[in-house]
């Protein structure tokens, strides 16, 4: 019991890193408030592709989001990260995630979306457009509106893979915390800083799991 | 030429069925028109043509003279002159009746949130659902609900109004309401066209009565023609089932 | 040399294909065995805690949420690499492919709990009522009437959550598991060139786009029993 409390909950070595895992936990945050956004805009695009009235885009759409499901987001971002400078390209680890994740995150976010858009009825559309908005303005303001708060729990927990996926940043070393609860762990022989970074990580993800929880039970009934 | 709707020579087929097969009427601004046949005659089909959310195969739409096929036409801005009440209502499920009825002012005629809602309440006002301005859809019956989508369309001052059975979604004692509004309307001169099985008000209220079967107008006339004296005999089969 | 010279070159050299292929094709072979074992696991555990939970008992239930919680709030990386580095301090040794089939077993266990869980409580309790009212026990009243209708309603958020967890075992690569991507990245170090990091993300999505496609198919065929 001794040498566990020691080897996974060692506050003396918690204190040591805590500056480093706080920087970590900083860009954690950064890449959240970049990756985030993208992968919903991304997604927004691709939900908006796939219910177009022309045939090709739709199957573009759908192979996009179908091989994007499929790859492995760390092996999207090593391929991004290491493989593209083969071909002249380089990026710094920051551009290489933020791209990776785009391309992930959108086509997750767009089947979701487009889930969404397809509950709506059709009533919703002929409504508004007999009141002379256009296209864009129905999907706007009467259509997406109603999609996104019938797939709130699909986006919400999506936003949590998200978070989760930030992690995988770690491997191209882009200074996240995990990678710098590593770096201290590395340096310590010591497993208690990663301890310490899944604290974080449960801190502020565990409320926001049980909440997904609540909105699936209830809109399940 | 005195006629704010004209169709002529409408047409409409999905795939290989035919559902208009040449339609031709016209309405008199002010005038009341009831249009009845059975069912899967084309009635909706040929309202929704009117101001195509259903885009006609043929033929030709006017409203106020001006040709809704045509290529120049902004069809969004004379939509906003064609009011639509829908069977189902249609009312945006995530907005107040009050949003409901603003959105196309604010976003199609580009109006300021307080004249927008000034007009809003005014139009609620109207069929008497002024205190209801504050709720969502959902927190109103079926009735109020269906006048809530009336105000939407009207807050837009359109020429002419369509109603797409507007009552069958209701329950039987909420249908009253709606007639009422709708009789207001008609007394305060607007031009209706009105696809619906309430054959009571159409015998007091409407100016004329168009019976449809098949994809085809078969007869026109006044209430009193077409409910007292029918001449076709498809007409006559279909008003003596209902007066049984 | 032209441009596309130069990119194949760079990314699809034949030669150099032909020399990792064996490594690649080994790299596979790990790959598909652990996520086999993974989603056998993970799954038997996930119905298992369901079913325990079923009976509703606290002091039973409240280590089952707990458990479900934290393993669907952390990253799987993060849970890895405590374990992988962890356990030895302790004196246990465990193999690294081992590592990726518990931690990655656990985390699918813990989706799995919840969508069996919430497909037992979506079914209504008039069914319990009924199966009890006629005699059966909680055991069968679960096995033979509430599972059957649950089921239905759990396989397409299972599939999609199934096929998330088996991406993840990517991420093996970080401890040294010999799996596609692990074997994709030492030959590109070794060989200075990314055809075999080609050859590894080819081999992802050979073996993962029939599989989504297969999870939205199931969706889909199941959608109607829905809404």
Redo the contacts between chains.
């Keep these: 019991m001794e040498i566990f409390l020691f080897q996974f909950l060692n506050l003396d070595i918690m204190r040591q890193a805590w500056p480093l895992i706080l920087s970590g936990a900083q860009m954690t945050v950064l890449l959240c408030l970049a990756v985030i956004p993208l992968g919903l805009f991304g997604g927004l695009l691709v939900a908006t592709g796939s219910i177009s009235q022309w045939r090709a885009l739709r199957w573009a759409t759908k192979a996009y989001v179908d091989f994007f499901r499929a790859v492995p987001p760390l092996v999207l971002l090593i391929v991004i990260y290491s493989g593209l400078p083969f071909a002249g390209i380089r990026m710094s680890p920051f551009m290489a995630v933020c791209i990776a994740f785009f391309l992930n995150a959108s086509s997750f976010y767009g089947e979701i979306f487009r889930a969404g858009v397809e509950s709506v009825g059709r009533g919703q559309w002929e409504a508004a457009r007999s009141t002379g908005l256009t296209w864009l303005q129905t999907y706007r303001f009467v259509v997406l509106p109603q999609a996104s708060r019938n797939v709130l729990p699909d986006l919400v927990s999506n936003t949590v893979e998200v978070i989760k996926l930030t992690s995988i940043a770690s491997v191209v070393s882009f200074t996240e915390l995990l990678y710098a609860a590593d770096m201290a762990r590395s340096v310590t022989y010591n497993t208690s800083p990663i301890v310490l970074a899944a604290v974080l990580y449960l801190i502020v993800l565990w409320p926001v799991v049980r909440l997904v929880s609540r909105l699936e039970h209830r809109l399940g009934h | 030429m005195s006629a704010l709707l004209d169709v002529r020579g409408l047409r409409k087929s999905f795939g290989t069925t035919e559902i208009l097969r040449g339609i031709d009427f016209s309405v008199a601004a002010q005038e009341l028109v009831f249009v009845i046949g059975p069912s899967g005659s084309g009635k909706s089909t040929m309202l929704r043509c009117c101001n195509r959310l259903e885009e006609p195969t043929a033929g030709h739409v006017f409203v106020d003279g001006v040709d809704l096929m045509a290529k120049g036409t902004d069809i969004n801005a004379m939509r906003r002159r064609i009011g639509m009440v829908f069977q189902a209502f249609n009312l945006y499920p995530h907005m107040t009746a009050l949003g409901n009825v603003t959105l196309a002012l604010r976003k199609v005629l580009g109006k300021g949130r307080e004249e927008a809602e000034a007009i809003g309440i005014a139009a609620l006002d109207r069929v008497g659902l002024k205190e209801k301005a504050g709720n969502y859809p959902s927190e109103l019956s079926g009735g109020q609900q269906q006048r809530v989508a009336i105000a939407r369309a009207l807050s837009l001052e359109p020429k002419i109004m369509l109603f797409d059975e507007p009552t069958s979604a209701l329950d039987p004692e909420l249908v009253g309401a709606v007639l009422g509004v709708m009789r207001d309307l008609k007394e305060a001169g607007m031009t209706m066209v009105v696809v619906s099985h309430e054959m009571r008000f159409a015998r007091d209220a409407a100016d004329r009565i168009v019976f449809m079967a098949d994809g085809q107008i078969l007869e026109q006339g006044s209430p009193a023609e077409i409910f007292g004296n029918p001449q076709n005999p498809r007409t006559r089969d279909f008003v003596g089932e209902l007066s049984r | 040399m032209t441009g596309l010279e130069r990119?194949q070159d760079?990314?699809l050299k034949p030669e150099l294909i032909e020399r990792y292929w064996p490594d690649i094709v080994s790299g596979i072979a790990v790959t598909l065995q652990i996520a086999v074992a993974v989603v056998v696991t993970g799954l038997a555990l996930g119905l298992f805690l369901a079913v325990i939970r079923s009976y509703r008992i606290r002091l039973l239930n409240l280590p089952i949420i707990v458990f479900v919680?934290?393993f669907?709030?952390?990253?799987?990386?993060?849970?890895i690499?405590?374990v992988y580095?962890?356990l030895p301090?302790?004196g246990i040794n465990i193999p690294g492919f081992a590592v990726l089939w518990l931690v990655l077993s656990l985390v699918l266990a813990a989706f799995a709990e919840?969508i069996f869980w919430?497909g037992i409580?979506?079914v209504r309790k008039g069914q319990w009522d009924a199966a009890r009212s006629t005699g059966l026990d909680h055991w069968q009243t679960l096995t033979s009437v509430i599972l059957p209708q649950a089921i239905r309603i759990c396989v397409p958020p299972l599939t999609n959550r199934t096929i998330?967890v088996t991406?993840?075992?990517?991420?093996g690569?970080?401890i040294g598991v010999g799996e596609i991507?692990n074997q994709g990245?030492s030959a590109?170090s070794l060989s200075g060139?990314?055809t075999p990091?080609?050859m590894?993300?080819v081999a992802?999505?050979v073996i993962?786009?029939p599989?989504?496609?297969l999870g939205?198919w199931i969706e889909r065929r199941f959608a109607w029993k829905r809404a």
Excluded: C, H
């Design positions: 990119f760079a990314f919680d934290i669907r709030a952390l990253p799987p990386l993060v849970v690499l405590i580095f962890g301090n302790l919840e919430s409580v979506s998330a991406k993840n075992t990517a991420l690569t970080v991507m990245t590109m060139n990314a990091l080609m590894a993300a992802y999505v993962f786009v599989v989504v496609a939205s």
